[in-house]
């Protein structure tokens, strides 16, 4: 019999198959090579191998990535993962030299190295995606930048604002996201190779130049938590299960706002589905499913904090189950951004039932309270008067700007004619010009924000 190194059996199949990670790693071929070509650069310059071995060890990793972007790669699940496979491959294709690219190496900062990579080109990716989403939301808001609209508070009437008040409302959440992903970077942005299986190795590779070479800002500090830590992967997971989280808070407002109750807007046939049942059913599928999804984004956070906790410190397999959690969330944001920013500039928006909404005058209560403060009442009386006169009115059912004068003089002698101007939505936003508050100009200024803010930024910034 022959032996394979320490063992004198091979593994049995189903603890192959349950072991292999290369039906789902293989995902990470690309990153895997760059990283090999990076390494060997290394070795070579270490004197560790020729230059004639690096140049072959080079040329066969780039065939390999050829061969497996035109699928004629042929994964073999007994080499267990994607470095396995690879590696394997590349002997086969240059011989001796293949079999030197391992040197100061292990597969556990192999894989972290990957996945570092991985993560950091999916945030670039994430990024760019959220940025069109602001885009298709700044083009929304832009084009219905008049329409009134009452801002709601426990899905209840509350005080008017602007359609494109909401639209830039939602710019900002998603830039918090893209800030926060830039802060995940900064935390990714470090290459573990060298740490070896958790102690470094007694070969010395130059490890500042192949941070430099594969483009990382820094180089990990200490083997054993450079071969230890996920946090970057929980942390990604994290920034885009509150990605999932903005987008089905949109989705929400977006679906009760398309139901024939509010008939605010409807959703391009494009985007919507019809019932097998209903003939008259059209139904906003995409932004129930965006909403639905967001449930396993939080699963897979759930799943990958969970998979950490307690794990003896360095490596241990357990982390090979980061994978799925990862590529799943990445997978669903990317999609759900997509079919956002795609299906967003094509509502069609109702502006005559936004207005009409917005012209209830209880949503100025508030002003007509305000108006009192400003003659000299304290804010607590005022908002007690006006609610009184609101319950009258309602009672009457007479609307709240057309109680009579003599009947407001009877809640506070300081109600006088000038009341009537409080009941006008328009200058009723005018007036709210602080910082942040939705006056026409101050919408108007923050267009033009975030019109530069989304051109000029690098999309990979
Ligand atoms: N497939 C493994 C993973 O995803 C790669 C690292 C394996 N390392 C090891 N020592 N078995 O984590």
């Known amino acids: 019999m022959v032996r394979k190194g320490r063992f004198n059996k091979p593994a049995a199949e189903i603890a192959q198959r349950y072991g292999e990670s290369v039906s789902f790693d293989w995902r990470l071929y690309r990153y895997d090579v760059t990283g090999s070509i990076a390494h060997a650069a290394a070795l070579a310059r270490a004197g560790i191998i020729t230059a004639e071995d690096r140049r072959k060890i080079e040329n066969g990793l780039r065939a390999i ?8 790669f042929e994964w073999d699940p007994s080499l267990e993962d994607v470095h396995m496979n690879i590696e394997a491959a590349l002997t086969n294709r240059i011989g001796a030299a293949g079999a030197n690219l391992h040197t100061a190496r292990s597969r556990n900062d192999q894989i972290a190295l990957d996945l570092r990579l991985y993560v950091k080109a999916e945030i670039a990716e994430v990024l760019s995606r959220l940025r069109h989403l602001q885009r298709a939301l700044l083009g929304l808001a832009e084009k219905h930048v008049d329409v009134l609209m009452p801002g709601y508070t426990h899905l209840q009437r509350a005080q008017p604002v602007t359609f494109s008040h909401y639209l830039l409302a939602q710019i900002e959440t998603f830039q918090r996201d893209a800030s926060r992903l830039r802060d995940c970077l900064a935390r990714t942005d470090v290459l ?9 190795s007694t070969i010395l590779l130059d490890r500042e130049c192949i941070a430099r070479d ?7 500090q200490n083997s054993i938590d450079a071969v230890s830590d996920r946090d970057f992967v929980c942390e990604f997971i994290f920034c885009l ?16 706002w398309s139901t024939s109750e509010f008939g605010f807007l409807e959703f391009s046939d494009a985007f919507s589905t019809g019932s097998s049942l209903m003939p008259q059913k059209k139904n906003p599928d995409m932004a129930e499913l965006t909403r639905g999804k967001t449930g396993r984004l939080y699963g897979n956070l759930m799943a990958i904090m ?8 360095s490596y241990n397999r357990d982390m090979q189950e980061d994978k799925h959690a990862l590529f799943d969330s990445v997978d669903t944001v990317r999609s759900a951004l997509e079919v956002f920013a795609a299906m967003l500039p094509e509502l069609k928006i109702y502006h005559e039932r936004m207005q009409a909404a917005a012209s209830d005058p209880n949503l100025l209560a508030t002003d007509l309270a305000e108006y009192l403060v400003k003659k000299g009442t304290p804010f607590r009386k005022a908002h007690a008067i006006v609610g009184n006169i609101v319950a009258q009115s309602a009672a009457n059912q007479i609307p709240l700007n057309q109680v009579p004068l003599a009947e407001l ?8 004619r000038e009341v009537a101007k409080i009941f006008n939505v328009s200058s009723a936003l005018a007036k709210r010009t602080a910082t942040g508050a939705p006056s026409p100009k101050n919408i108007a200024a923050q267009i033009k924000r975030w019109h530069s803010n989304l051109e000029l930024t690098d999309e990979s910034a």
């Not at 990535?65 to 004629?72: A, C, D, L, P």
């Not at 299960?241 to 009760?256: F, K, Q």
């Not at 969970?306 to 410190?313: C, D, I, R, V, W």
């Open 241 to 256: 299960a509150t990605i999932g989280l903005h987008l089905s808070r949109l989705s929400e407002d977006l679906i009760i």
């Open 65 to 72: 990535e050829k061969e497996i972007v035109s699928g004629k």
């Open 306 to 313: 969970t998979t950490m906790k307690g794990l003896a410190s």
């Open 214 to 220: 594969l483009g990382f800002s820094r180089v990990s």
């Open 409 to 416: 003089k009877k809640f506070s002698p300081l109600l006088d």
């Open 192 to 200: 573990p190779l060298g740490s070896g299986a958790l102690a470094g």
